[in-house]
């Protein structure tokens, strides 16, 4: 071969190799490029909070962006406050029809869709955190929850939790149970069915709503979570009886529900991942809110002046024998909610002895005189 056509034909070789290794390279970067974009999309979710509102506003962003993280963006999780993209009680539609695709809230505010979902959030005289937490993880409540939410297209998680209610603000003293007789008081679930019952007027208002209604005279009473969220929103300035305790709800568990072909859509992994975000924030959620009471009631009633009641033993019986009654009616409504109702009261009656005996006899143990 003549010296020209050699360089001739290794110009032409090597131009070959490289095209060829350029090729190579681009179907490598190809190949690569679905491991990381594999599933990657943004999700919407809507709350029933105001936007950034105090633990549970903001406890909502962090498992937002929570599941954003743990994912390395696989699943980014955009956040709208209530009012933002949907209204708040219409967070729940907006989820099962795939117009959004998580909700953080409270189940107890589809109660219009199905009774049952009450014993999601709190049901009057019920569990606590610490025993919804046992019914849903070992007493076969998620297997019922997911069985009641597939059939509007959703699967929900507990996702945070306020730990135990006060019972309200007041624009007068509560002193008998004839005292909530036309009493106009903010109630949502089957607390203000209770309080109808004995004849308050209870409505459901979203929490933004609250105030301007409280302070209107809209409303003659409101209660809302406890100390940290009340001292929040501002309910001191417009009146100073606070009452304790909440019959309404001793351990409220906020919910994040997704929608069902979403769900089914994640991988195995991202699944796990949502599941455990969940989780956590459920727990921190309630640490969070057992961290900040203590120093927001002080600051209500050092700094305020507000008047801190607690409600007779007659009222307390008198809610209690109403609340007997609405929960006998709902379990028996539907099929489902019997079998939900069924398993919740059978759980509730092995832990109220365990409670009596562990969390109640201890505190009891510790407030006696004795020096510490």
Known sequence: ?????????????????????????????????????????????????????????????????????????????????????????????????????????????????????????????????????AWLNYGGGQELWDELAAGFNIKSFAAGNTGVQMGGWFNKEINTPEDYKGLKIRMPGLGGEVLRRIGAAAVTLPGGEIFPSLQSGAIDATEWVGPWNDLAFGFYKVTKFYYWPGFHEPGSTLSCGINKGVWDGLSSEDKAIVQHACAAENNRMFSEFNAKNGDALDTLINKHGV?????????????????????????????????IYDSYRGFRTKALGW???????????RSLDFKY
């Open 307 to 339: 008047q801190l009641r607690k409600f007779s033993d007659e009222i307390m019986t008198t809610i209690g024998n109403a609340s007997g009654e609405v929960m006998a009616e709902v379990g028996a409504t539907d099929p489902l909610t019997t079998k």
């Open 355 to 365: 409670t009596e005996l562990s969390e109640t006899g201890y505190t009891s143990a």
């Open 1 to 133: 071969m003549k010296r020209r056509q050699f360089i001739k034909s290794a110009a032409v070789l090597g131009a070959g190799s490289l095209a060829l290794a350029a090729c190579g390279k681009e179907e490598e970067k190809k190949a690569k490029a679905p491991a990381v974009m594999k599933g990657k999309r943004e999700l919407k979710m809507v709350t029933t909070w105001p936007k950034n509102f105090p633990g549970l506003g903001t406890g909502a962003q962090r498992l937002a962006d929570s599941i954003t993280a743990m994912t390395e963006g696989r699943l980014t999780v955009k956040l709208y406050a209530a009012g933002e993209l949907v209204p708040p009680f219409e967070s729940f539609d907006a989820v099962s029809s795939g117009t959004a695709d998580m909700y953080h809230s409270a189940e107890y505010y589809w109660q219009g869709k199905s009774k049952a979902f009450n014993f999601f959030t709190a049901v009057p005289f019920g569990f606590t955190a610490n025993e919804i937490d």
